[in-house]
């Protein structure tokens, strides 16, 4: 049985206790946080003083903010234990000066909430020493079939897609939405076209599933919805994603002008 | 018992023709195609001579492409009867020289091979006359649970937002998953994280549920990604997607700055 101790009690930080409740392999034997959430998972668990820290967790995992990592890192004072993050963007090195560092990176958003079936989550590993990959992959292992090992600067292009496929993608439903709401349409009336837009593009790959006006090179189409488009900011937008389109397909539409 | 005409043998014509088969409300009486798609569906039905068009039907439904709207109902020569067209940006009365002329757009995105459940889609209604309501009422029904009246203008707006939604969150799961092939990650490691991003999305509506370096005002990262893209026209579609979510909550950041 592996021991951790979770440090943060965001909505990874909960989201990682909740899944280790009943794990036969790994058990968080402490959680440290600066405030003290009133849920079943932390009762019984929470220290809220890094003084309190354990020294005898075979792992450290850092659950905190981006902007939080570095100064909550020189906090802990154990040096001979691993440590990792759980952040996509942040290098391996920002643990230093621990030796052995970690990343147990899960791609998945997290929100307070909103429950996250772990084992369908793919988590992106690394290690700044081989003899932690085995702590790392039982890590991995309790929570998820899906791990993959990935160095910081290849994660850091990972976080980028995830971008473009989440907080991109979730500001394009609220565009649409808000384009809705003159009309006296109610914004949920497009969760069937969001749904079928999302199994389509899983099934099929967006590249086969790509269709609409910039697909087809219906450049009327595309100038009509230019000129419905008032404000300049959505104009570009409109604009860029139809230019990457037709470029995306460029040659395949020439082919048939 | 409505009586109707399809016109067209793509997606959209299959789709319908598929979900009035055991309907006891509408019946479809003839199909019109130039080509004879093997199908089920079609069988026994499809004749391929617009110059055999029943001149009997209570409604008329031209479901082609809308490059082709203006010609297919210019060969149309029933002149008494409801003839409408299944297109979210074609103005009802490309319909002309008719005079009963309607529109029945089907919300959602059809394509070759994927069954579109029909009960869930919303329909948006257009007539030129009063009198013709009940038809087009009639047709929605049979389908689905939920139709709207909408005119022509705001159709427009509304396929608008639909191209935001579908063409350009495909779009968007096209490039994400593109950034992860040179990681050697297959794409659908970003299943789950797009299912949990549109399922939250649903949930908390999209307002609510946006995340990431823009939403959180953090340029370190913004420009730290700036910099990892090399495309330009990739560079441009997150410059200003980006800009578009501070913008969007541009008053609440400056709150907290």
């Known amino acids: 049985m592996l021991s951790?101790?979770?440090?943060?009690?965001?909505?990874?930080?909960?989201?990682?206790?909740?899944?280790?409740?009943?794990?036969?392999?790994?058990?968080?034997?402490?959680?440290?946080?600066?405030?003290?959430?009133?849920?079943?998972?932390?009762?019984?668990?929470?220290?809220?003083?890094?003084?309190?820290?354990?020294?005898?967790?075979?792992?450290?995992?850092?659950?905190?903010?981006?902007?939080?990592?570095?100064?909550?890192?020189?906090?802990?004072?154990?040096?001979?234990?691993?440590?990792?993050?759980?952040?996509?963007?942040?290098?391996?090195?920002?643990?230093?000066?621990?030796?052995?560092?970690?990343?147990?990176?899960?791609?998945?958003?997290?929100?307070?909430?909103?429950?996250?079936?772990?084992?369908?989550?793919?988590?992106?590993?690394?290690?700044?020493?081989?003899?932690?990959?085995?702590?790392?992959?039982?890590?991995?292992?309790s929570l998820s079939g899906r791990s993959h090992w990935l160095d910081s600067d290849k994660r850091r292009q990972l976080h980028l897609a995830a971008v473009y496929l989440n907080n991109f993608t979730n500001h394009l439903l609220f565009l649409s939405g808000e384009q809705c709401r003159p009309l006296g349409i109610n914004p949920s009336m497009l969760h069937p076209l969001l749904q079928e837009t999302v199994a389509k593009a899983m099934a099929l790959g967006p590249y086969k599933a790509q269709t609409g006006p910039a697909r087809r090179g219906d450049n009327a189409v595309i100038q009509e919805h230019m000129e419905l488009i008032e404000d300049p900011m959505q104009q570009e937008i409109y604009k860029v994603i139809s230019q990457s389109i037709q470029s995306t397909y460029g040659n395949e539409l020439q082919k048939h002008a």
């Not at 429950?115 to 988590?123: A, G, L, N, Q, R």
């Open 4 to 141: 951790v101790v979770v440090i943060g009690t965001g909505n990874v930080a909960r989201q990682l206790c909740l899944a280790w409740q009943d794990s036969d392999s790994v058990e968080v034997v402490q959680i440290i946080g600066r405030s003290i959430p009133k849920e079943p998972v932390f009762e019984g668990h929470l220290i809220n003083l890094m003084k309190d820290l354990s020294h005898d967790a075979d792992c450290y995992i850092i659950a905190v903010s981006d902007s939080s990592i570095l100064t909550v890192n020189q906090h802990i004072t154990v040096f001979d234990k691993l440590v990792v993050h759980t952040a996509g963007s942040i290098s391996i090195d920002t643990l230093k000066p621990h030796v052995r560092r970690g990343v147990f990176y899960p791609l998945q958003t997290f929100s307070a909430g909103r429950e996250v079936d772990f084992s369908t989550v793919p988590v992106f590993l690394e290690t700044s020493e081989d003899g932690d990959k085995k702590i790392l992959q039982q890590m991995a292992d």
